[in-house]
């Protein structure tokens, strides 16, 4: 991509929960921008969004939408991107995208900036940012990496804006459902689409996104081939757990992780305090360690109770919050997009 003073940008699914994450975050972060055009589906066109003091009207996504775009970022869900992502590129703009729909694609880099920026040197058009949980991950394991990664045993804690704002609207009627004193009547969790639902308000739920035949779900295969693919270790052994707690933003990571080696939590801290936008907080005496509330509304990865595993010392525990439509989403890929014009 030609290296320039600003930059022409456009945002597909920009009324989303994400997309307009992606808006404040280009402002939050003075992104170098010329222009900025708003994208989304016919039922949100005509919205109007603030973006650096003015009113931007939200337009109808077509083909010719991206003429003249520099970089556009998507966030509009796999099947969209599947059919606007090529159409962006034939016009010279270099994608950024937020679903599931290019991540293992082999000629697509999957990026964390702190991990891998120098993937972006390779893409094609496209680039592809990971799932939520994934990207914090893998901010806390790259830490480690030169210790030997062996074995990751995760569980996360999954909020429910994972979902969509329609979940964090079900979790809040709930809630108040339950103070007027009537029973909760479950409408959407684990998924609007199954015939089975289970109350989120007061519950934890086994279940992030469907299950597949091997008897894990999407979301805890994307943890283990994402992981692999962005710290270039194929054969990098994962075992996930992804569970949906009745938390609105930010998800939490318990972890445990045996090296090649004993590797003792003061090396840790060492590490994860030398890394780029890892937060330690990590004093159970005073009650210091990572919560999803003080993820909220961040584009920080925080990381504590960290410790020896009782049994190996070659294993290690802690715990990884980061708020999942920041973090998660919207900033890792304005992260991307500066990546990539500083690479330019």
């Known amino acids: 991509m030609e290296r320039k003073v600003q930059y022409r940008i456009a945002v597909l699914g920009a009324t989303g929960a994400v997309g307009r994450k992606m808006i404040q975050t280009l402002e939050r972060r003075n992104f170098p921008f010329e222009s900025l055009k708003l994208l989304a589906s016919e039922r949100s066109a005509g919205e109007t969004i603030s973006f650096a003091g003015q009113l931007i009207e939200v337009e109808v996504a077509r083909p010719d939408s991206f003429e003249g775009i520099d970089i556009a970022l998507f966030s509009a869900g796999a099947t969209t991107s599947q059919v606007f992502a090529p159409e962006a590129v034939k016009r010279g703009a270099v994608v950024v995208d937020n679903s599931s729909a290019y991540r293992m694609d082999k000629s697509v880099p999957l990026v964390v900036p702190e991990v891998n920026a120098h993937a972006v040197d390779h893409h094609q058009g496209i680039i592809a940012n990971p799932n939520c949980s994934t990207i914090q991950l893998m901010v806390a394991l790259n830490a480690l990496k030169e210790f030997g990664l062996e074995h990751v045993v995760i569980s996360t804690y999954q909020a429910v804006s994972g979902m969509g704002q329609k979940a964090v609207d079900a979790l809040r009627s709930e809630v108040e459902e339950w103070r007027q004193g009537g029973r909760i009547t479950p409408t959407l969790f684990p998924l609007a689409s199954q015939d089975a639902h289970y109350p989120m308000a007061f519950n934890v739920l086994p279940q992030c996104d469907v299950f597949l035949d091997n008897g894990y779900t999407k979301e805890e295969m994307k943890l283990v081939n994402e992981s692999r693919k962005i710290l270039e270790m194929p054969e990098l052994k994962v075992s996930p757990t992804a569970v949906r707690v009745p938390v609105l933003y930010g998800h939490s990571e318990s972890v445990a992780v045996r090296f090649q080696q004993p590797v003792s939590p003061t090396q840790a801290r060492e590490k994860f305090a030398q890394a780029t936008n890892l937060v330690v907080l990590d004093d159970p005496s005073q009650a210091q360690y990572p ?40 900033w890792n890929a304005v992260q991307i997009a500066e990546t990539l014009i500083q690479r330019a």
């Open 291 to 330: 919560h999803p509330l003080m993820a909220e509304d961040t584009g920080e990865t925080y990381v504590g109770r960290i410790r020896q595993d009782l049994a190996d010392p070659n294993t290690l525990l802690f715990f990884v919050v980061a708020d999942n439509l920041l973090k998660g989403a919207a």
